[in-house]
């Protein structure tokens, strides 16, 4: 009974079906290698990484075929060694075409990896630049350079180094499987990343629902007095930055900042080992873990996946489609992105492939707004949807931008538990998208 | 959900995200409270006759028919699925009087969905609970009826024709509170068990389809203000003014319509100890022995100021 206990969390949020059970006591698997793989210069935020390799050169495997573009930007590396094959546009899991390297793969070849080296006497630059030439990026979702998380501006202190291990999307199991099997990798990666970033103390944040992860990784920072395992309600979105940071340090980041702006930064699980191998084992990110779920899919796994695998070869080696899918999702199916075209590669920040069948998405008609106040009871980030998304939608921008629209992060509590099941975080996406155009145009005039 | 593309070889739906949905819906959501307010239907048939039933019957018949009718010749889609018509019907049919004319009850539902509903747009446009707009008039219309309770027929305890509120407004009679409690004194249909309210209420509050908040700062509410008058001697004590009446009835089944209750915690907060203050000062200072209904209906007129002004501060603080 933790009645009376007071569990660390935020105001609002919503409990979807978990859906975790699916998975979430097989072990991650490796996948053989794709005969074909395909990698956007887009996998990140920020500018898109410039291609240096030439059709029909051989590349070994973390070999740099697009070069990072400015400050916020990342490289991408070969995942496989082969040929590249052609230099051309594919759709991405992100929805849109984008330019994206085709590789063929050799069976024979190197894999480049680096020199390790021993964090307790590197230098913080050497560790930062580590992390910056193997391209590693944020592993929650967003996809943020993770070197520039690390690297605060002089004029800000991070105090608080946050893993993220809360997954808090439905179905997605992989960080978890992360932290029942590489728990001492996910600490030393870590540590890594507090000295890299200048940051006192470590927290590991983890939903109460995943208590063997929390048994296993507070046991292993028994004797460590700067870091500390947190279990957080389970609730639904507690994984996102603000919300976890809230949680776990009381603190709130303003609307429109960085969780730098409060001394923090957050890292996903898999970011922490990926961290770890770059910097002490040597070895270039190829890989990223999935979590393939859904009573779509015929044998849900999960998996350890070359970057740049298309979606479909994936589905493949999971049994494929059942009868009746009918959603193919990137990512979490709260804010994962739908997928229509499978020749789309898994991507640095791809964290599952979620196949859906009409039982488990409930959409039933939209009536009118019957003013019910769930939106707003439910809301992380104590805004109103259902006001936001009728300002956006008669296109009433400006009042919209005075209620917080920037604020919102599209997590979607506010259109799960509609009544009246109006696309409401659809309508302030749009309503964002038209903010952004008026401000624009502000500025030329 | 916004569908965009559907592939015909793979048959994929593709939407923009969320991807999932609970499975609570407006006609669900009508459909729990129907269920809930079963218990009531039950009080009523027992201590004031299976032929109550009629009028609930009438009640809902015309409710639906209204909507459908008022629809048909405005050329809109019929809404009739959503089952708020009909709930509607129920509500209005469950706070008239017993033995009530069912040429009445027409009348009554036909305004409420006509007037209370229809002329601002329909379902969720709103502002006054179309139900007690529907009583309101008749209460208007026909005051005599609207006041002229028949004796329960429950056998235990044949209690005058008065009910508990309008017994000590008029003769200083104070009720006993078990027959208040089970149900068996005059009243309106759905108003006077207060078991039977209690259990709906609960199991509404219970699948979260009542913002507890509302009854709760009602029901405290009206403890408190009619504490304080009770204190001072002018009215009898505050257990007796929660179960009179329809203090209980409109707490969990009228305040709490959504459509024309606060949005934020806040604003409810407002609304509830507002209609609670109304409700005991109509009763102690005012010429009627009850107040729920206006008490209600005033309040909702002033939802759409409490909206504005209560609008959360954004997390993290305010912009700038």
Same mark, same amino acid.
């Given at each position: 009974?933790?009645?009376f ?25 490796t ?17 898109? &990484?410039?291609i240096?390799? /030439?059709?029909?050169k051989?590349?070994?495997?973390? /070999? ?7 400050y916020i930007?990342?490289?991408v590396l ?19 075409? @984008? ?8 069976d ?9 080296i ?13 992390? @910056? ?7 929650g979702?967003? !996809? ?7 690297s ?13 291990g ?29 000295? &890299?970033?200048?940051?006192e103390?470590?927290?590991?944040? +983890?939903?109460?629902? @995943?208590?063997?992860?929390?048994? +296993?990784?507070? @046991? ?5 007095n700067?870091?500390?395992v947190?279990?957080v ?13 809230? &949680?776990?340090t ?15 930064v ?6 922490a ?8 084992k ?8 999935l ?5 779509? +899919? ?26 009746? &899918?009918?959603k193919?999702i990137?990512g ?16 640095k ?6 196949v ?23 809301c ?8 936001l ?6 296109g009433?921008?400006?009042? !919209?931008?005075?209620l ?11 259109v799960?538990?509609?009544p !009246? ?6 309508w +302030?996406r ?7 155009k008026?401000?624009?145009?502000k500025?030329?005039? | 959900?916004?569908?965009?593309i ?11 995200? %969320?991807?999932?949905?609970?499975d ?26 299976a032929?109550?039933?009629? *009028?609930?019957l009438?009640?809902?018949?015309f409710t ?14 019929s ?12 509500l209005?049919?469950? *706070?008239? %009087? ?8 027409a009348?009554g539902a ?10 601002? =747009? $329909? ?5 006054f ?29 044949a ?16 009720t006993? *509170?078990?027959p208040?409690?089970?149900?068996n ?5 759905g ?6 309210i ?7 509050? #219970? ?7 509302? %009854?709760?700062?009602?029901?405290? =509410?009206?403890?408190v203000?009619? $504490?304080? #008058? ?9 257990? #007796?003014?929660?179960?009179?009446? $329809?203090?209980?009835?409109?707490s ?9 209750s606060p949005?934020?915690?806040?604003g409810?907060?407002?609304? =509830? ?8 000062v ?6 009627? %022995? ?14 759409p ?9 954004i997390?993290?603080g305010?912009?700038?």
């Amino acid at each position: 009974m933790n009645f009376f206990k007071n569990i660390r969390t935020f105001n609002g949020g919503i409990h979807p079906p978990e859906e975790k059970q699916i998975t979430k006591d097989l072990p991650l698997e490796t996948m053989p290698d794709p005969e074909m793989i395909v990698l956007p210069t887009v996998q990140h935020i920020g500018r898109p &990484a410039k291609i240096i390799a /030439e059709k029909g050169k051989i590349v070994a495997a973390g /070999e740099v075929i697009a070069e990072a573009d400015g400050y916020i930007s990342s490289p991408v590396l070969s995942s496989v060694c082969g040929k590249v094959e052609k230099i051309g546009m594919n759709s991405t899991v992100s929805g849109f075409q @984008k330019e994206c390297i085709f590789i063929s793969k050799s069976d024979n070849g190197e894999i480049r990896k680096y020199d390790p080296i021993n964090p307790e006497y590197a230098s913080l630059d050497e560790i930062r630049t580590r992390i @910056k030439i193997a391209g590693i990026v944020g592993q929650g979702g967003a !996809a943020f350079p993770t070197f520039v998380k690390l690297s605060p501006p002089a004029t800000k202190k991070i105090e608080y180094l946050i893993i993220n291990g809360c997954e808090c999307e439905p179905y997605l199991t992989r960080d978890y499987r992360l932290m029942l099997e590489r728990p001492a990798d996910i600490i030393a990666g870590l540590k890594i990343s507090m000295k &890299a970033s200048g940051a006192e103390t470590g927290i590991i944040g +983890i939903e109460e629902n @995943k208590q063997d992860a929390i048994n +296993i990784l507070s @046991k292993l920072v028994e004797n460590e007095n700067r870091i500390f395992v947190e279990s957080v309600k389970t609730k639904y979105p507690q994984g996102a930055e603000k919300m976890l940071i809230k &949680a776990v340090t009381g603190r709130e980041v303003p609307p429109g900042k960085l969780p730098v702006e409060v001394g923090a930064v957050i890292q996903n699980v898999g970011t922490a080992v990926e961290v770890y191998e770059a910097v002490v084992k040597g070895n270039p990110p190829l890989y990223t873990w999935l979590t393939v779920s859904g009573k779509g +899919i015929k044998n849900p796994k999960n998996l350890k996946v070359k970057i740049g695998t298309p979606l479909e070869q994936v589905i493949n080696f999971c049994g494929g489609l059942t009868q009746d &899918a009918v959603k193919i999702i990137a990512g979490g199916p709260m804010m994962g992105v739908g997928q229509y075209e499978l020749s789309a590669p898994v991507m640095k920040a791809t964290s599952g492939i979620i196949v859906l069948t009409e039982s488990e998405i409930h959409s039933h008609q939209e009536t009118n707004c019957l003013r019910c106040g769930k939106c707003i009871q439910v809301c992380p980030m104590n805004l109103l949807p259902t006001r936001l998304a009728k300002l956006s939608q008669l296109g009433r921008i400006e009042e !919209a931008e005075s209620l917080g629209i920037n604020s919102c992060m599209e997590c979607g509590s506010c259109v799960y538990g509609c009544p !009246a099941n109006i696309p409401l975080v659809q309508w +302030i996406r749009i309503g964002k998208k038209s903010l952004l155009k008026l401000n624009q145009q502000k500025k030329t005039v | 959900m916004m569908e965009i593309i559907e592939k015909k070889q793979l048959k994929l739906k593709l939407t923009s995200s %969320p991807h999932i949905h609970s499975d609570l819906s407006s006609k669900k959501a009508m459909l729990y409270v129907i269920i809930a307010l079963l218990p009531c239907v039950i009080s009523s048939l027992v201590f004031f006759g299976a032929r109550q039933f009629l *009028i609930i019957l009438t009640s809902i018949f015309f409710t639906a028919s209204a909507e459908f009718t008022v629809r048909k010749i405005r050329k809109q889609e019929s809404t009739l699925s959503d089952g708020s018509a009909f709930l509607t019907g129920l509500l209005l049919a469950l *706070i008239l %009087p017993p033995d009530f004319s069912l040429s009445s009850t027409a009348i009554g539902a036909v305004v409420s969905i006509v007037i209370g509903k229809e002329v601002f =747009g $329909g379902l969720g446009c709103n502002i006054f609970n179309p139900a007690l707009v529907g009583r309101a008039f008749l209460q208007a219309a026909f005051p005599v009826p609207m006041t002229t309770w028949v004796k329960t027929e429950f056998p235990v305890d044949a209690f005058s024709g008065a009910t508990p509120l309008s017994a000590y407004k008029f003769d200083k009679v104070i009720t006993d *509170i078990f027959p208040m409690f089970l149900g068996n004194t005059g009243g309106s249909l759905g108003e006077t068990s207060a078991i039977a309210i209690i259990a709906g209420g609960i199991f509404l509050v #219970f699948m979260k389809i009542v913002n507890w908040r509302i %009854p709760f700062s009602i029901i405290t =509410g009206s403890l408190v203000f009619s $504490g304080i #008058f009770y204190l001072m001697g002018k009215t009898p004590d505050p257990i #007796f003014h929660i179960l009179a009446g $329809g203090l209980l009835f409109g707490s969990f089944f009228m305040a709490t319509d959504w459509v024309t209750s606060p949005l934020t915690a806040k604003g409810i907060w407002i609304y =509830g100890f507002g209609i609670a203050f109304l409700v005991i000062v109509i009763r102690v200072f005012g010429g009627l %022995p009850e107040g729920v209904m206006y008490s209600i209906l005033l309040m909702n007129a002033f939802v759409p100021l409490i909206n504005k002004f209560t609008v959360p501060l954004i997390f993290g603080g305010k912009d700038e």
